[in-house]
């Protein structure tokens, strides 16, 4: 953490001559919006019923990542009681 903390203070910023233009950023907005409406999508409203995920899935996911976060947190437990007969002077 103390690397990260030396590391953010020789963070500097952007040098103005590259920021964007205004015009760039128009023109790029422009062209998405063209795009989205060539493509038949709408930013202005959320149909998520054709992206829906079955909750099946869900539940399979969140299996497959509860079962090593709860092997870690029962080994870092095991580790812990370990330890507990040292004591500090």
Do not use: C
């Not at 103390?2 to 128009?26: C, D, H, Y």
């Not at 062209?31 to 999508?41: I, K, L, Y």
């Amino acid at each position: 953490m103390v690397i990260g903390f030396f590391a953010n203070l020789l963070v500097s910023p952007v040098a103005e001559r590259f920021w964007m233009k205004e015009q760039p950023i128009t023109a790029m907005h422009a062209a998405v919006e063209r795009s989205e409406r060539e493509n038949g999508m709408n930013r202005g409203t959320k149909d998520t019923s054709q992206h829906k995920t079955p909750p099946t899935l869900i539940a399979a996911a969140w299996i497959v990542v509860s079962i090593p976060l709860a092997w870690g947190v029962y080994n870092t437990a095991l580790n812990a009681g370990n330890y507990s007969h040292i004591r500090r002077t």
